[in-house]
């Protein structure tokens, strides 16, 4: 894989880059709720400028339809002017090479090649480029046209986030097992599960909170009376998964109405499970103060509801203290965020499913188009 700082001055200067960024944000009442993938994208963005080259930045969002409302936000948040590109001018060209120093084409889902990773489309993309940067690592496990088929008619680099997320979630995987705790909680067992599998010989423990667990529950036929579950089938049983033994359950997701911290077993029919208990969280934290290096994804509750945000706390702040750690998913970058623990972590991945696929030991569209795996 060749990477941005084999691009130097004599190679940029007066070059036209096209940056495929992951500006994905959540965006509440008009305003970007979590700036963190943006500010990661700074230190490509601020190379090329430096460097004197022109770059036109590429992304997709899915809050909301257009990047206009929030265009001057990422602005502000990069230090740098953007202008925004309607994606329509693609075929006109007209605007994509004023670059002033920045431009920004609009979201690229509103072309549904995109995903089709349609060659047609990347060709249109590449034109009038000298060369395809890649520092979207939180897509790069989608086989999309301005992730994979755009690699086929530029040259083709790794920026400096996509060099870090490879060197930092692939020490994840390579680092001796003794020591090595995975923490995993939040939705979707479906994308956990086979992160479990691959840690299976990889970790010394596995601990699981959030919704995920009450799949696990499920398996054994432990009653989770209304709690969130999917229909994903947990085939893997091993000493090293952790599970919680003590649960906070409520009847009502809002937390308006109170909760009870309970053992596993004891809930009613109503109730459901919104968080791990605070003293079973005192166990997690003990596990993982005293590991070499812990991987973290996904809360332990609903910890966007304080009331249910205890157990996220505890861990949250255990991981923080840990000797090495890796951290990533919205969710997780959010509780983290709240709690002014960013900043106290050895690593934060901003990946969410490309976090998850790497950790399962799956090869990355992205990565694979950008020659990582050769
Ligand atoms: C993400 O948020 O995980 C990435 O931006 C990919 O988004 P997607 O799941 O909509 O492809």
Not at 113 to 135: C, M, Q, T, V
Not at 175 to 198: C, E, F, Q, R, Y
Not at 293 to 310: D, Q
Request: with cysteine; net charge negative; hydrophobic share 45%.
């Amino acid at each position: 894989m060749k990477t941005i700082d084999q691009l130097g001055k004599n190679e940029l200067s007066g070059k036209k880059v096209l940056l495929r960024v992951d500006f994905n944000v959540p965006v509440v009442a008009g305003k970007i709720a979590e700036t963190f993938r943006i500010k990661s994208a700074k230190e490509t963005i601020d190379y090329l400028v430096a460097n004197g080259a022109k770059a036109t930045l590429v992304s997709h969002i899915e809050a909301i339809e257009s990047f206009s409302p929030i265009v001057e936000q990422i602005g502000e948040i990069l230090g740098q002017a953007l202008t925004l590109v309607p994606l329509s001018e693609l075929n006109s060209r007209g605007n994509l090479f004023n670059a002033s120093p920045i431009l920004l084409l609009d979201n690229i889902r509103q072309d549904k090649r995109e995903i089709e990773n349609d060659k047609e489309f990347a060709r249109k993309l590449s034109g009038g480029f000298d060369f395809y940067i890649n520092d979207a690592f939180a897509v790069c496990h989608r086989n999309h046209a301005s992730v994979s088929a755009i690699t086929e008619y530029l040259p083709s680099y790794a920026g400096f986030l996509i060099k870090k997320e490879t060197e930092n979630l692939s020490e994840a995987l390579k680092a001796p097992v003794a020591g090595k705790i995975v923490v995993l909680g939040g939705a979707k067992i479906s994308t956990k599960l086979p992160v479990i599998k691959n840690f299976l010989d990889k970790a010394e423990k596995i601990l699981i909170g959030g919704a995920i667990a009450n799949s696990f529950f499920k398996a054994k036929g432990i009653q989770i009376g209304a709690s969130v579950v999917d229909d994903t089938v947990v085939d893997v049983s091993s000493p090293k998964i952790v599970l919680p033994e003590n649960i906070v359950v409520t009847e009502d997701k809002t937390g308006k109405s109170g909760a009870t911290s309970m053992p596993l077993g004891n809930i009613a029919p109503n109730q459901m499970i919104v968080d791990i208990c605070p003293e079973f969280a005192e166990k997690f934290a003990e596990i993982i103060k005293g590991s070499e290096m812990v991987i973290w994804n996904g809360p332990m509750g609903l910890s966007e509801i304080e009331r249910f945000a205890e157990g996220t706390k505890i861990v949250a702040q255990a991981v923080a203290s840990a000797s090495r750690s890796i951290i990533g998913g919205g969710d997780t970058i959010a509780a983290a965020d709240k709690l002014g623990l960013l900043d106290k972590y050895g690593f934060v991945s901003t990946g969410g499913g490309a976090m998850l696929e790497f950790l399962a030991g799956n090869e990355l569209a992205g990565l694979k188009a950008l020659g990582y795996y050769n």
